[in-house]
């Protein structure tokens, strides 16, 4: 794909691979709705920011929990607040208008530019949620009944869903999507990424760390591997413990940044019992 100057090309503190770049870019001339998926640590949400960063627009984000239904996100009449002034009469009730609160959606509709809007781990409502948005994505609008109105989008968002595969999307809300699963990063990408957030840190350091990362991350039977994000915590922490980075080919210092688990940690004191050590083959 081509890209002019307002295609999506990363950000100065986002990495994304080409396969990435040109699904985003897709996603954005054909106005779709890009869901993303990729285990936790794949950068899934900060490429929503990314996004933003890039194309210069505002971001908008809808955080999805297990409670949180579809109309949440177009607009809520708050009924209590307007009882509450009816009780102390202090103020004009006649006015609905005061009372509607336009949702994480109905804000990116109502926006007078372009947003990205990110509607964060979709997966974690309930299985109908993402059918009962078909219609508004669709047709970039909804109705408000209590004031008899149209909400109709100035503007198609950038539209960014997240998914940790909790759930399987209903495959008629996945037709009407553009679908990415980002890879986790090989260990060349990974450095980059690194480096982008730890400029300063010795290169040394975060090869060796990098090396030791991926060897945790093969060893089978793990409950939680270790992610982007607990590599960077590592990192930071072997930098400011003032770790050599030859100890890191023998050792594993600070291991509860990277095994958040119980049975993962007891795994690892038991194979470092066994072999006398945390050494590993070198490539």
Not at 37 to 56: D, M, Q, R, Y
Not at 86 to 115: C, M, T, W
């Amino acid at each position: 794909m081509d890209y002019n100057v307002n295609s999506y090309k990363g950000s100065d503190d986002y990495i994304a691979s080409k396969p990435l770049m040109e699904i985003v870019n897709v996603a954005v001339a054909l106005g779709k709705p890009l869901v993303i998926k990729g285990e936790p640590g794949t950068g899934k949400t900060l490429l929503a920011h990314s996004i933003a960063k890039a194309l210069g627009k505002k971001l908008i984000i809808w955080n999805i929990k297990s409670t949180t239904k579809a109309k949440d996100g177009l607009y809520v009449y708050d009924t209590v607040q307007r009882l509450n002034d009816a009780r102390f009469k202090d103020k004009d009730i006649s006015d609905i208008r005061q009372y509607i609160k336009l949702g994480k959606l109905g804000q990116a509709f109502a926006s007078p530019e372009q947003v990205v809007l990110l509607i964060d781990e979709i997966d974690k409502a309930d299985i109908e949620f993402p059918n009962d948005l078909l219609n508004e994505l669709d047709e970039m609008s909804f109705h408000i009944p209590e004031l008899d109105e149209e909400i109709r989008a100035k503007h198609r968002p950038i539209v960014i869903i997240t998914s940790n595969s909790e759930k399987e999307l209903p495959d008629a809300f996945l037709r009407r999507c553009i679908f990415h699963y980002i890879e986790f990063p090989d260990e060349e990408m990974m450095e980059r990424i690194v480096k982008v957030h730890y400029p300063d840190i010795e290169t040394k350091l975060i090869r060796e760390a990098i090396k030791k990362f991926y060897w945790i991350r093969e060893v089978d039977g793990l409950r939680k591997k270790p992610s982007t994000s607990e590599l960077l915590d590592w990192i930071k922490a072997l930098a400011l413990g003032g770790i050599n980075p030859e100890k890191i080919t023998t050792e594993i210092p600070f291991l509860g940044t990277l095994l958040k688990n119980e049975l993962d940690t007891g795994r690892f004191v038991r194979l470092s019992s066994a072999q006398g050590g945390f050494g590993f083959r070198r490539r």
